[in-house]
């Protein structure tokens, strides 16, 4: 009977570990999704030398999921070249991380839409103010007269020497653009002609048939140059030099106290402008390096 029990438990491991296998290598290298596993078979009853198994079965499941969510790499980056800060807060980085490409990015839009509005204001206010400072009639009268006796000297340097001769000419290295109308059209054959033909125009000056072309080279053109220096107010009573330093060589410029106004604001404008340029550099960077 010892023999015969012996013989069975045997073989019972033996079946048990076949049933076991059998069960689990068609498992090897596929995706199935659950296992069942039998175990706790155990002998109970041996009678008249006859043995009766009984198997008992607790009967467990498992479920083994897996994770079927396709990874896009690229997503992130997309995400954050349309909005900065988007990829970080879709990878649940730190908050400060997306913060930050966030706040870099409201604040370079601010930055230009602020910069451009407030240079236009300014823009607009040394446009006017070179209406009310600057007209043709001047620049005549100042380049075929100069300046009145008691400015004719400046600093020691009288306004006729060859250091000045630009502001004594009406043609250049530039030229403003004179509109004609009226029986002006008709004389000279033409409705635009150019500032270096104003000699032969100086009768009609005062007629109301010629006026300027105030395009953005007219602002600056009477900024920038010596040759339309003349056309400011003060012009025959206020004008003075100065030298300017340009690295390889000393430059004289003649400013009058409205002009070097003009100047300033001008330079004003353009400091903020360039300052939205900066800003838009620093939005596109954003996007960039927050990819």
Not at 136 to 143: A, G, M, R, V, Y
Not at 166 to 184: I, K, P
């Amino acid at each position: 009977m010892v023999k015969n029990q012996g013989s069975i438990s045997g073989f019972y491991s033996i079946f048990n570990l076949t049933l076991l296998l059998a069960i689990i290598t068609p498992l090897q290298g596929q995706d199935t999704t659950s296992v069942m596993i039998e175990k706790d078979t155990k002998l109970i009853e041996i009678e008249n030398d006859t043995a009766f198994v009984v198997i008992e079965k607790d009967t467990r499941s498992g479920v083994i999921e897996r994770d079927t969510t396709i990874v896009y790499p690229g997503k992130p980056l997309i995400m954050s070249l349309i909005l900065p800060g988007l990829g970080q807060l879709h990878n649940k980085e730190p908050l400060w991380k997306p913060g930050l490409f966030a706040s870099i990015e409201v604040g370079s839009m601010f930055s230009i839409f602020y910069a451009n509005k407030k240079a236009d204001e300014l823009r607009r206010e040394y446009q006017e103010f070179a209406d009310d400072n600057w007209n043709l009639f001047n620049w005549w009268s100042f380049t075929k007269n100069g300046p009145t006796s008691d400015a004719q000297w400046v600093n020691g340097r009288h306004y006729a020497e060859e250091g000045f001769k630009a502001m004594r000419n009406f043609s250049g290295t530039h030229h403003l653009t004179l509109y004609l109308t009226g029986e002006l059209v008709n004389i000279f054959n033409t409705e635009l002609i150019s500032s270096d033909s104003l000699d032969m125009l100086s009768n009609y000056l005062e007629s109301g048939d010629i006026s300027l072309v105030k395009d953005r080279h007219f602002y600056e053109n009477i900024g920038k140059y010596d040759q339309f220096v003349g056309g400011w107010s003060d012009a025959a009573t206020d004008w003075y030099w100065e030298e300017k330093d340009v690295g390889d060589s000393i430059e004289i410029v003649i400013k009058t106290p409205n002009k070097k106004d003009y100047l300033d604001q001008r330079y004003e404008t353009n400091q903020l402008l360039s300052f939205a340029k900066y800003s838009v550099s620093a939005l596109m960077f954003n996007h960039v390096i927050s990819g």
